[in-house]
């Protein structure tokens, strides 16, 4: 079974956002999904070297793919029977650089630009969606 890990470049400064990616993080430990927070003040490549080379990597990025919840679950679901790791990595404030145009892995949560902060809860909040959606849970009312 694969293992999925949301990789994020750094804490979240905003009390806020902390508080809400502790709380869908506490939530997503019952599901074998792990939210790792990698030291912001490291480089890129200190970044990617940190996450698992045999792991499928998808970066978040505005130009990615963008999924319905449904879609996104389906995706999940694909991804945990799967044999193969998958990891997902918000970048820095900055963005991907040069690695952006090293992997073709790109999933958008929408075509707008959010601070990075809250795109990390966005994501987080997504995932834990879709573990939901796929258990038939009534959190995902539509």
């Given at each position: 079974m694969g293992r999925i890990s949301v990789h994020l470049h750094g804490l979240a400064k905003e009390k806020a956002y902390a508080e809400m990616l502790k709380n869908y993080g506490d939530r997503l430990k019952s599901?074998?999904?792990d939210i790792v927070f990698h030291n912001s003040k490291k480089s890129l490549d200190d970044y990617?070297?940190?996450?698992?080379k045999n792991s499928a990597?998808?970066?978040l990025d505005e130009n990615g793919d963008e999924y319905t919840s449904r879609d996104f679950a389906k995706t999940i679901k694909q991804w945990t029977v799967s044999n193969r790791d998958v990891s997902l990595a918000i970048g820095p404030v900055d963005g991907w650089g040069e690695y952006k145009h090293?992997?073709?892995n790109l999933i958008a949560l929408s075509k707008m630009t959010y601070p990075h902060e809250l795109?990390?809860?966005m994501l987080v909040e997504q995932v834990y969606r879709a573990t939901?959606?796929?258990k038939g849970s009534n959190y995902h009312r539509n």
């Open positions: 599901c074998s999904i990617f070297d940190a996450i698992s990597l998808y970066l090293r992997n073709t795109a990390a809860v939901e959606i796929i």
